[in-house]
């Protein structure tokens, strides 16, 4: 009789293992208890549902998977080496890209989360990555060739950072010469920076840019920190590669611009950034130095906004007002 007993326990525990790992159907639909990977029809697609996600139906088609949702369903889609195409939705429907493949970073997955708001049917369709943009500007791997007094610039070469006229707001620094050692891709880099400051000197943050490139110089050559100085301007390095913060980052999100926002993150403080790591990965320490700078300049009201520690519009448009981009 014992013996009965404990296989009957055994049998009804295996059976709620089994129940746990497949998606629940509830009342309007079913509810993901574990994330699911979906193979597309006639393809070698996978696209991996999020656990926790809730639709009315999922319908897997030859080359895209469409899915009916009801209002208050949200469902992530990932896919790998290519991107999510949203199509068929209303004008209503609420779509945010958590993250996008580009064909030259590191980061090679998309990811996207559908939010009903009414009752909407999307079709996900996997496509090409394409090259990095931003804006209109499409940013190539193969940094381009700059000149510099009519010649190109060698791989050592002095650099002259000119004087920008006073104005209300900044003095101009004094004209300083400096002799630059260094590879061909940093000085191409520092070049660019130069020109664009010489093109626009007349714009108000003209001062603020060549303060700081005359930083990064002296960082270069040993005879100075990129450290924040006293007037507020962050380090170069909190600058992304686009030249300005453009796209959404958040938790998952990889790559330079992620850097780059680490690095804004750390010259704000150890209040606001305590761990002060650089890695390139958007993982929960990054999610918190964001939503510390989103208090502090009133962006989110509390941790439980929905916005809190995501790199949305209002964040970005935030730092690049106080870099000056």
Do not use: W
């Not at 195409?85 to 559908?114: D, F, K």
């Not at 730092?319 to 981009?325: R, Y």
Request: hydrophobic share 35%.
């Amino acid at each position: 009789m014992i013996r009965g007993v404990l296989f009957t326990f055994l049998l009804f525990f295996g059976s709620l293992i089994f129940l746990v790992n497949i998606p629940k159907a509830k009342a309007a639909g079913i509810t993901f208890n574990a994330s699911t990977t979906v193979s597309l029809t006639g393809t070698s697609d996978n696209l991996t549902i999020a656990g926790g996600s809730t639709a009315s139906s999922t319908v897997v088609n030859t080359g895209n998977i469409v899915i009916a949702m009801q209002n208050g369903d949200v469902i992530t889609v990932s896919v790998t080496n290519k991107n999510l195409t949203p199509t068929g939705h209303s004008s209503n429907a609420v779509i945010t890209r958590n993250t996008l493949c580009y064909t030259n970073v590191s980061n090679q997955q998309a990811i996207i989360t559908l939010t009903a708001t009414q009752n909407e049917s999307v079709t996900l369709t996997p496509a090409a990555c394409p090259a990095y943009e931003s804006g209109a500007r499409v940013k190539s791997q193969t940094l381009p060739t700059y000149t510099l007094s009519g010649g190109s610039l060698p791989a050592s070469s002095a650099l002259t950072v000119p004087a920008t006229p006073a104005t209300q707001n900044a003095p101009a620094p004094t004209p300083t010469t400096v002799s630059v050692t260094t590879d061909q891709t940093t000085l191409t880099q520092i070049v660019q920076e130069l020109n664009d400051i010489q093109r626009n000197l007349s714009a108000p943050d003209a001062a603020a840019r060549l303060l700081r490139l005359q930083a990064s110089l002296r960082a270069l050559l040993g005879g100075g920190s990129q450290s924040q100085p006293s007037s507020g301007v962050s380090s170069r390095s909190a600058v992304p590669p686009s030249r300005s913060y453009s796209r959404p980052l958040g938790v998952g999100s990889k790559g330079d611009e992620v850097k780059a926002l680490q690095s804004f993150l750390k010259d704000r403080g150890a209040g606001i950034y305590p761990e002060g790591s650089v890695t390139g990965y958007f993982g929960p320490s990054t999610r918190k130095a964001v939503g510390r700078f989103q208090l502090q300049n009133g962006i989110v009201k509390s941790a439980r906004d929905p916005g809190y520690g995501y790199l949305g519009p209002k964040t970005r448009d935030k730092i690049n007002s106080l870099l000056g981009l």
